[in-house]
């Protein structure tokens, strides 16, 4: 089975400073990690994945996240924010085999201090 | 590529009333899902098809909820009778297969009073 944790359900940033979004997941099977962004009345929408091969992933929007096996960590970060940054941000696991399901943690509320 | 469509945007029910959600995946997605959004669970998966066949339906809460897929392109998830607690943002979604991202619709925030 496989979980993620979301560390902190709100985090707020300034304009350009440094985002982090903290993710822990936990896995018996190779994992494979996702970032989904969900802004206000819409549906998610993929920011980045891991599955194999590196393991600093590049996104949309200038997102990337670092899959890191030792910390069992997959954190998604940000050098400058900006304003249209603000949304929710899911963090998501499945199994790397098997026809498993995409578990979602519960969500970081972004917020951007103008 | 129209995404995946979900209609109605916004239903408002009495207790007791019969729902139902409407998806039409992505042309050529083999893979659908119907996710429920609570503020207090958060994400959850209710039921995901492949090749129009029910493949886990653990997720869905009581025998109230029921989900069919009689084609490639259309999906419902019907809730009968509703509830208050019930009432959520339903999301659905596709996609090819495997680990390919999911492409989520807009949702249909329900609301049963």
């Known amino acids: 089975a496989q979980s993620v944790t979301q560390l902190g359900s709100h985090v707020s940033v300034s304009e350009g400073a440094l985002v982090l979004l903290r993710c822990n997941y936990s896995?018996?099977?190779?994992?494979?990690l996702f970032w989904y962004v969900q802004y206000p009345n819409q549906g998610l929408q993929l920011l980045l994945k891991?599955?194999?091969?590196?393991?600093l992933v590049k996104g949309i929007n200038g997102f990337e996240a670092e899959f890191k096996k030792s910390e069992t960590s997959f954190h998604l970060t940000k050098p400058s924010a900006h304003m249209s940054d603000a949304a929710e941000y899911f963090c998501?696991?499945?199994?790397?085999?098997?026809?498993?399901?995409?578990?979602f943690g519960t969500g970081t509320r972004l917020t951007i201090i103008p | 590529d129209a995404g995946v469509i979900q209609s109605p945007r916004h239903e408002v029910t009495e207790m007791g009333q019969e729902v139902t959600l409407r998806c039409k995946p992505i042309s050529g997605h083999n893979s659908l899902f119907w996710y429920r959004q609570t503020m207090m669970r958060g994400l959850e998966l209710l039921i995901y098809?492949?090749?129009?066949?029910?493949?886990?339906d653990s997720g869905m809460p009581e025998d109230r909820f029921s989900a069919k897929m009689p084609n490639a392109s259309f999906s419902t998830l019907k809730i009968q009778p509703s509830e208050p607690r019930d009432s959520a943002v339903y999301f659905c979604?596709?996609?090819?297969?495997?680990?390919?991202?999911?492409?989520f619709g807009n949702g249909t925030r329900l609301t049963v009073t």
């Open positions: 098809f492949n090749n129009n066949v029910p493949i886990d």
């Open positions: 979604a596709s996609n090819i297969g495997g680990n390919s991202p999911l492409h």
């Open positions: 891991y599955t194999t091969g590196a393991t």
């Open positions: 896995s018996s099977v190779p994992p494979y």
């Open positions: 998501a696991v499945r199994g790397a085999f098997g026809n498993e399901k995409l578990t």
